[in-house]
């Protein structure tokens, strides 16, 4: 599992952050996702998927 992000997208909501500030946490100067590992361990990889789920933005994604 690897995340992707796309910053043009992000709009800072900061619903990643919440489900899973292992893996996100948001820029502060501008608000937006920054993450902390793009590679995410198993113990983390299903709140990682309900974070991209629920981004309105629609700024994160995972590739296999």
Same mark, same amino acid.
């Given at each position: @599992?690897?995340? !992707? ?6 709009? /800072? =909501? /900061? *619903?990643? !952050?919440?489900?899973? %500030?292992?893996?996100?946490? *948001? &820029?502060?100067?501008?608000? @937006? !996702? ?5 590679? %995410?361990?198993? /113990?983390? =990889?299903? &709140? ?7 981004? %309105? ?8």
């Amino acid at each position: @599992m690897r995340i !992707v992000v796309d910053r043009d997208a992000c709009i /800072g =909501a /900061g *619903q990643c !952050v919440l489900t899973e %500030p292992r893996v996100f946490q *948001q &820029n502060d100067e501008d608000g @937006m !996702v920054e993450v902390r590992t793009d590679r %995410p361990d198993t /113990g983390t =990889a299903e &709140n990682v998927r309900v974070a991209v789920s629920l981004c %309105p933005g629609r700024a994160l994604s995972i590739e296999a």
